[in-house]
C-alpha cells in the first residue's frame, strides 16, 4: 500500500522513483518521505506544542491563526506534472544548462 497519493498521474510518478524511493507504507521510502516532510514543515512550525520558546497569549492565537489558514490554503496541494518529456526532442535547449 502507498503512503502517499495524488490525482493526477501518480502512477507515472511512482514507476520513476527508484525502487528504495517508493512510499510503500513501512518501507525505507516511507521512513525517507517522512524525513523529507519533516525537514519541509517542522513540528515546531505547525504546533505551539513543539517551539522551543513559549509562546505568550497573543502570539499564540497569531501562531494558530497561520496555522488554520496555511492548513486551509496550501498544505497538501499540489500537481504533479512532468517537467520535460522522458526522451526530449534534440531541439529541446535550456538557457541556463544548454542543449538536453
Known sequence: ???WT???Q???YMRALSPSSVPLV???GDRNRIRRLLRQLPPHDN???YCHVTLNQEHN???ASFCARRKHDALG???VRPLLPVDPPADVFCQQVGPL
Open 10 to 12: 501518480v502512477h507515472q
Open 47 to 49: 504546533d505551539p506544542r
Open 61 to 63: 492565537q497569531e501562531f
Open 77 to 79: 496541494r499540489g500537481i
Open 26 to 28: 513501512g518501507s525505507a
Open 1 to 3: 500500500m502507498v503512503s
Open 6 to 8: 495524488a490525482c493526477c
